[in-house]
């Protein structure tokens, strides 16, 4: 080894002239989104052109692979913190979380362990605290932040298992048939069958039947397997349906069952006095997942799962090894977060929410998702008044599903017509609205929660919709 510079450094002033140039870019990111077309995707044989595989053995020096950054990667994308991105959950980001990101991958925190960054734990440890607190969960109550709500409902099924069963092979889980997908692909990944995954038929709101649910841990108690864990939604995918909590929560306690809650979407909703009502019955989870890349704002990636007895995630996670010796390890406030999940190395997520937090405040975050909600309400006003639509679920939390279907046009030809309109609002680029399947039929699916969004740009989206719809029929 010679005294070479490091090869993979630059002097100060190149590091600020491009960090200037990063910052700008994403400030005219923030502040001229609304003039971008929302959906911007290529074709793979165009894209493999821009983007090609070759391994660049010499750099290319910033300028030339900042510009490409700039012009070929970012311009390739659905804007999916767009005001006027209405499918999947949109992801309205802020500022601030960006700078907090930003700080928190330049610092290199290293967010495993007490010892390597006592600050980051105590943040970390905090924020979940603020978390536990909207949620009305109690004190000992712990979690974690994670990579997003998928991870959270794995971690969840994970710890209900340790806390539950010594047997996976007899296990049985129970879910609404609106569930994510994400929980029974956490269940695969478990190594649960599909004999052991139970799907409950839901009622004409999209709730989950909870006479459906005791009859069939019933059965399966009787024919000898063991239902050890509910999984309940405070705010589903499709329409924003809230199951029956508490109603769950007493068959869970009747049944000697873990409660989970998948609240991904949902359970941001608590902070606003609609919301808590509506999701009554969340505090009495055993486990939560909540998803701040969600309806709390962040940038990706982060999650979370909230835990009634924040021992579980200790019984579930932790693995000795000599080589993470720590000399506090049995001080209990002084938390190694690597023994509370499935991260050794762990990047800083908990400094955006907490950064965020601490600058807009809670009443603001509270403002931010009120709007959402009332976005979604508008619009089915709006669209009550025109004819020819009908609300097929109406606004919930943020969502409502719709079809163009005048008298005389067919359930076949009205689900053709969703397909279209979707595909020529989105060509269109003005606002970018996906369809989904309710009851077999297909219908556009709205999820309007950018804090963004104004009345103005809805009416304007309406109309865009009407027009093409009564255009096409
Ligand atoms: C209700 C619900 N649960 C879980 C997930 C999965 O979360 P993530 O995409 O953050 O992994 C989603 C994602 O949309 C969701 O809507």
Redo the contacts with the bound molecule.
Sequence with gaps: MNDDTNPLSLPPDEMRRLGYQVIDQIVDHFTNLKDKKVLNTFPHPEMSQIIKPDIPIEGQGPEKVFQHLKTDIFAHTLHSDHPRTFA??PAASNYISVLADALAAGHNVFSGHWMSAASAAQVETVTIDWLKECCGFPVRAGGIFVS????A?LMAVATAKKSKIDNRKNGVVYFSQQT?S?VSKALRILGFHSHQMRAIPVDDQFRMQTDDLVFHIQKDKKEGREPFCIIG?A???NTGAIDPLPVIAEIARRFNMWFHI?G??GAAAVLTEKGKKLLTGLELADSL?L?P??WWFQPYEI?CLLVREKSHLKETFHVSAEYLVNPDDRIEKEINYYDYGIQLTRSFRALKLYTSLKVFGLDNFKKAVERGIEAAEYIEQLLRQKEGWKIVTPAQLGILNVVYQPTGVGDQKADALAKTISTKISEEGYAFILTTVLNGRTVLRMCPIHPGLTKEEIQIIIDQMDTIAQSLV
């Design positions: 999947f959950i997003g709500g998928s991870t409902n994510h994400s939604n705010g589903t995918t998948d991904a979407y997942t998803d890349h969600k999650g």
